[in-house]
């Protein structure tokens, strides 16, 4: 399946679960395309994804990042380097400005919202609708299975790099 045909696939079976936006046409333009998936994905309520949908998914979220470009920790010097810094630990910490859903980690730590299942508005800037598009839309599931109202770390995992997403409400 061609990427073009995952994201007809994903944006079909996203409106098809909405009787709010089932009269949507698809538009034509690819880029049209993605941003219309990605406003169905930031406001999907959370609730299982059927296996199918989530396997096309995974493949159309595992190309795109490709696509963009998948830094590694290796990547980014560290501070003692960057900023010529010589205070302690200079040399294992390391700063990162950029599209956060392009690093190749095993954690990701958020700020999140009290409810902690992310932005909901459609193509917000935020880095948590970032995080909720890309690591998919069973995170948002799973942060809500896990419980809501949370004040401590959460977890949940977003199963784009089998990676796990922190979102910390801080008060």
């Not at 998948?70 to 400005?97: G, N």
């Not at 299942?117 to 995170?139: E, K, R, S, W, Y």
């Amino acid at each position: 399946m061609t990427q073009e045909e995952r994201l007809a696939v994903l944006t079909e079976a996203f409106i098809r679960e909405s009787d709010g936006y089932r009269h949507l046409e698809v538009p034509r333009d690819p880029e049209e395309q993605r941003g219309l998936l990605r406003s169905l994905m930031n406001i999907r309520r959370p609730r299982p994804l059927p296996a199918e949908v989530q396997t096309v998914q995974d493949a159309y979220l595992k190309e795109r990042a490709e696509e963009k470009g998948i830094v590694s920790l290796k990547e980014i010097p560290v501070i003692a380097r960057s900023l010529y810094s010589h205070r302690a630990f200079a040399d294992t910490i390391s700063l990162w400005q950029g599209d956060i859903t392009r690093l190749k980690a095993d954690a990701i730590v958020n700020a999140a919202n009290e409810e902690m299942l992310g932005c909901f508005v459609p193509l917000h800037a935020c880095i948590d609708n970032q995080i909720q598009t890309f690591a998919g839309v069973q995170m948002r599931n799973s942060a809500f299975l896990q419980g809501i109202k949370c004040k401590i770390p959460h977890f949940s995992r977003g199963l784009l790099q089998n990676r796990i997403f922190c979102p910390v409400f801080l008060t």
